[in-house]
T-cell receptor, first 119, second 112 residues
């Protein structure tokens, strides 16, 4: 089955600890994204990557880091510098290259999410 | 700065009612607008996407309209069912980017 897999489903972080959230896609999409969702709020963009070995900061990148060494994988590290990490984290992917000059839909497809809590 | 607002924040209706969910955005320079569904504790599922040049899109009992000049979109759900209970999010895509700006969502409860 094609899709986006996020793991783990639940994650607990101790104070001062870095934790890494996994996101893997087998949709052959070029672009991948990380969002944070807090209760009663919409999704906010943390980081995104349009191509392997390149990524851009989103609106709330402080305290987070990413890498894009493979097309299929876009892991997110929540560092100890992120003082309020408790949230629901969502990974998405899209066929960015279909966007330019066409009416292609370029829909973003989402994983099931990882809920991060602080111990 | 693009801001996206959804009204109402929550809605509870009996089964069978026709519903309208509203989404407004402040900057009309968008590429498209998407409506998503999110079940509790789950990821997002794309329902409908409307390109900026389009006025509406339909899928089954769902119909989404877009009035770019006034910065508004509506999601119409016909003959609501308990299985429609979820949070509905709209998101706009800025022109020349693939970044989405999300609204805060409408939490819908349809009771039998």
């Amino acid at each position: 089955d094609g899709g986006i897999t996020q793991s783990p489903k639940y994650l607990f972080r101790k104070e001062g600890q870095n934790v890494t959230l996994s996101c893997e896609q087998n949709l052959n999409h070029d672009a991948m994204y990380w969002y944070r969702q807090d209760p009663g709020q919409g999704l906010r963009l943390i980081y995104y990557s349009q191509i392997v070995n390149d990524f851009q900061k989103g609106d709330i990148a402080e305290g987070y880091s990413v890498s894009r060494e493979k097309k299929e994988s876009f892991p997110l590290t929540v560092t100890s510098a992120q003082k309020n990490p408790t949230a629901f984290y969502l990974c998405a992917s899209s066929n960015w290259r279909a966007l330019a000059g066409t009416l292609a839909k370029n829909i973003q497809y989402f994983g099931a999410g990882t809920r991060l809590s602080v111990l | 700065k693009q801001e996206v607002t959804q009204i109402p924040a929550a809605l509870s209706v009996p089964e069978g009612e026709n519903l309208v969910l509203n989404c407004s955005f402040t900057d009309s320079a968008i590429y498209n607008l998407q409506w998503f569904r999110q079940d509790p504790g789950k990821g997002l599922t794309s329902l409908l996407l409307i390109q900026s040049s389009q006025r509406e899109q339909t899928s089954g009992r769902l119909n989404a309209s877009l009035d770019k000049s006034s910065g508004r979109s509506t999601l119409y759900i016909a003959a609501s069912q308990p299985g429609d209970s979820a949070t509905y999010l709209c998101a706009v895509r800025r022109i020349y980017t693939d970044k989405l700006i999300f609204g805060t969502g409408t939490r819908l409860q349809v009771f039998p």
